[in-house]
């Protein structure tokens, strides 16, 4: 069974700049999660949805932060204008919509904004 | 709001021995719990899961046990290996909400 793919795997861009980063969650799974974690810290949620509806993005900077799941399969997350602060990895992962909602975790992308 | 600590920080030990890390919480009203493992620039990958009424689950070398009275979850590493070496992350969940993470415990078996 193939695991929760995250594309890409590290990006580095400017201060102001934009940048996406894309995920398919395991074949079946209807919930998906993005996480930013900081080096050193826990990761924190900053959005899930349940097929292409999304149930939490309490977390999201939404003035600077956006993400789709169109079809409710595969997702994209964005930030634009990123900020020095956002220099993170990012984790997607998935899980099964019915408990004990176990989660599956992708590679991350590590971003470094400089 | 829940509030999820992790002690030591970090952890080196000589290979071979036993080991326990320590996951608090501060909301005893958890539906599950769930021990992570994160090695360097990598993912998590899932080590166990501890539903809100059991009170340990068991995999290979590892133990986890669950104390909700207490707001606490221990994880029982045997017989260390050079290869465990990574940061072990524990997260809690409620019913009808998403997890939280504690920050980690940094491992490094030494061989």
């Known amino acids: 069974e193939a695991g929760v793919a995250q594309s890409p795997r590290y990006k580095i861009i400017e201060k102001r700049q934009s940048v996406a980063f894309w995920c398919n969650p395991i074949?079946?799974?209807?919930?998906l999660y993005w996480y930013q974690q900081i080096l050193g810290q826990g990761p924190k949620l900053l959005i899930q949805f349940q097929n292409n509806g999304v149930v939490d993005d309490s977390q999201l900077p939404k003035d600077r932060f956006s993400a789709e799941r169109l079809k409710g399969v595969d997702s994209t997350l964005k930030i634009q204008p990123a900020k020095l602060e956002d220099s993170a990895v990012y984790l997607c992962?998935?899980?099964?919509?019915?408990?004990?909602?176990?989660?599956?975790f992708g590679p991350g992308t590590r971003l470094t904004v400089t | 709001k829940q509030e999820v600590t992790q002690i030591p920080a970090a952890l080196s030990v000589p290979e071979g021995e036993n080991l326990v890390l320590n996951c608090s919480f501060t909301d005893s009203a958890i539906y599950n719990l769930q021990w992570f493992r994160q090695d360097p620039g990598k993912g998590l990958t899932s080590l166990l899961l501890i539903q809100s009424s059991q009170r340990e689950q068991t995999s290979g070398r590892l133990n986890a046990s669950l104390d909700k009275s207490s707001g606490r979850s221990t994880l029982y590493i045997a017989a260390s290996q050079p290869g465990d070496s990574a940061t072990y992350l524990c997260?809690?969940?409620?019913?009808?909400?998403?997890?939280?993470f504690g920050p980690g415990t940094r491992l490094s078996v030494l061989p």
């Open positions: 992962a998935s899980s099964l919509e019915q408990g004990p909602y176990e989660q599956y």
């Open positions: 997260a809690v969940r409620h019913y009808g909400q998403n997890f939280v």
């Open positions: 074949s079946g799974h209807a919930t």
